[in-house]
């Protein structure tokens, strides 16, 4: 991709600033007086990078909260209201931060401050020393993520136009969960190598933070405005919905996300069965979880790159994948047990890249910040409800778990197929398609 500016040359040789235009293949996009720079893939590829390092900071930090709050006197109740209160923070915050992005348009603003939150908060868990602070402090990590998250997928939905949403949401998160992979590992390093001390740990996760806020502030110096990447609305292109009336097909869509969702089993309770059961190992468990990680970022390329050539029905794979979960998981094979738990990461890669880039094709970007607020709070209730019935169901039956799931997924299966055709319709044209 090339960016030229264009304008003319005055008798005293002066250039006259013309509108930029953006070059992706043989189509090029005019983005105003100012040049971007940046091709769209670059921008995706280090934002990716910014969000890899984030993930080592906040996911080191989450594989071992629970134990680190122990350490204060907490008891399992209050490390699941913790964690539970940040979680909610986390998801119900983007019904706010959702809409403020549409309506002030500060992006890099709200991404910046959101990012700089969780940066500060985990380092600084390892200089607590009572519980009610560090308590505060994973509360407070979890807010910055809701701050950030839809201004940051708005901005990578308008760069992703001009190379494919499917792929570039797909390397976006890929990324990601490579962070997601490497955080866990280096907290368990540390731990091995300072006798279980958890100080160090979290010390020690102030190296990716500072390096994170670096290349997001060498983003932003870079692409002040990502909307230029993407071009207006073109001839036959739905209308903008009016006012804050998102479009109706959002809303079937986000119905059959909530339904697969709600027999989505956490990992909490994956664990949970592999640990108690004997499955493997506890040390395991913690690799079991990053190989799934790993399995998340491969599934999210694939699904990417398929979903920008046949389109949203990629996500026919997920009511299905879903329902063999705890048919594998919750084995007491070793090899199945995993087997299952990797299918769980695919499917967790899914929902982080293909399913938040179709929101991206079905809603003007007007409107982007809302729908992804929403989008997300519904992701996320519905995956406590799956995580609460499938934990219930479990002390009850095994069985009655694997048959509660198979009928949710059935009955979503059932939906996707009759609003798939809709939602494929409802596609805004991208750049260069």
């Given at each position: ?126 200089l607590t020393t009572a519980l009610w602070l560090a308590a505060a402090l994973f509360v407070a990590e979890r807010a910055g993520k809701a701050i950030r998250g839809p201004a940051r997928d708005v901005m990578i939905s308008h760069a992703a136009a001009a190379v494919g949403r499917g792929k570039g949401f797909a390397v976006h998160e890929a990324l990601d969960q490579t962070g997601a992979v490497a955080g866990p590992l280096l907290v368990a390093a540390v731990l091995a190598a300072t006798a279980h001390n958890y100080r160090p740990a979290f010390f020690a996760l102030a ?227």
């Open positions: 991709m090339s960016a030229d500016r264009a304008g003319r040359t005055s008798g005293s040789g002066s250039t006259d600033p013309g509108p930029a235009s953006v070059q992706v293949g043989q189509t090029a996009f005019v983005t105003g007086p100012r040049t971007i720079r940046w091709t769209p893939w670059r921008f995706v590829t280090v934002f990716g990078v910014v969000s890899l390092l984030s993930d080592v900071v906040y996911e080191g930090a989450r594989s071992v909260i629970g134990p680190y709050l122990a350490t204060f006197g907490a008891s399992a109740a209050l490390v699941g209201l913790v964690t539970g209160a940040g979680e909610a923070t986390a998801l119900a915050g983007r019904l706010v931060t959702g809409p403020l992005a549409d309506r002030t348009r500060a992006y890099w603003p709200l991404v910046v401050v959101g990012y700089a939150v969780t940066m500060a908060a985990v380092p600084a868990l390892g190296v990716p933070a500072v390096a994170g806020m670096l290349v997001l502030l060498w983003l932003r110096a870079g692409v002040p405005d990502p909307r230029r990447f993407e071009p207006g609305p073109r001839p036959g292109a739905p209308p903008a919905p009016p006012g804050r009336q998102l479009p109706r097909v959002f809303w079937t869509y986000l119905a059959f996300t909530v339904l697969t969702t709600a027999g989505y089993a956490t990992f909490g309770v994956l664990s949970f069965h592999l640990a108690t059961r004997h499955v493997v190992p506890v040390p395991v468990v913690p690799v079991v979880y990053a190989a799934a990680m790993g399995i998340a970022a491969l599934a999210a390329l694939a699904s990417g790159w398929l979903y920008d050539r046949v389109g949203v029905r990629v996500l026919v794979v997920v009511p299905v994948l879903t329902a063999l979960i705890p048919l594998a998981a919750f084995t007491t094979t070793s090899a199945t047990a995993v087997a299952g738990v990797l299918v769980w990461g695919a499917v967790l890669g899914l929902q982080e890249s293909t399913m938040r880039a179709t929101i991206a094709d079905i809603v003007p970007a007007a409107r982007r910040g809302t729908a992804y607020g929403i989008f997300a709070a519904g992701l996320g209730g519905a995956t406590l409800v799956g995580g609460l019935l499938t934990g219930a169901l479990y002390g009850y039956s095994i069985t009655a778990v694997i048959v509660t799931v198979a009928g949710i997924q059935a009955a979503a299966l059932a939906l996707f197929l009759a609003i798939v055709r809709p939602v494929a319709r409802a596609r805004l044209p991208r750049a260069g398609g």
